[in-house]
């Protein structure tokens, strides 16, 4: 199944796409766009075109677990991208994964503009890597 995640973002937001094995996610684009109704257009012409079958968005709950207002905006674009799409979209939990892309991007030595034009994809390979790593945790059990 071809997955698309999603590192939604006030200014940026990071797409990832897997191959339709679900071997590996690969970050594929950043969506430069601070219009809400732009973003969510631009997001499902991305799922269009690479032909989503499920679109993950991150979930960036608080470290305490609870679901805060960026959290909120999160659960909105997902439910508006569906009703756009038709296409089942599932929230997942995105806690770190920019820490993890920065750290990732340190150690590929990117710094600059190149970093900044990579991090959000980057994050959302992250959290497409989390997801496909549960998803076939769930097979073997």
């Known amino acids: 199944m071809i997955i698309m995640a999603i590192d939604f973002g006030e200014t940026r937001t990071g797409i990832a796409v897997c191959d339709k094995w679900e071997n590996m996610a690969s970050p594929v684009r950043i969506i430069n766009e601070r ?3 732009q973003r969510l257009i631009k997001t499902a012409a991305a799922a269009k075109e690479f032909q989503a ?3 993950l968005v991150g979930y960036p709950k608080n470290m ?3 679901v805060g207002e960026k959290a909120k ?3 909105d674009f997902a439910e508006k991208l569906h009703e756009r799409t038709g296409i089942s979209v ?3 939990d995105e806690r770190c994964t920019t820490i993890s892309a920065h ?3 340190n150690d590929t ?3 600059g ?3 900044k034009e990579k991090l959000d994809a980057v994050a959302a390979a992250i959290l497409l890597e989390s997801y496909l790593g549960y998803r076939k945790n769930q097979l073997t059990k």
Request: charged share 40%.
């Open 64 to 66: 305490n677990n609870t």
């Open 53 to 55: 079958e499920l679109l």
């Open 90 to 92: 599932k929230l997942w």
């Open 35 to 37: 219009n809400d109704e």
């Open 109 to 111: 030595n990117t710094r």
């Open 103 to 105: 750290i990732c991007m």
């Open 73 to 75: 905006r999160c659960q």
């Open 113 to 115: 503009k190149k970093r």
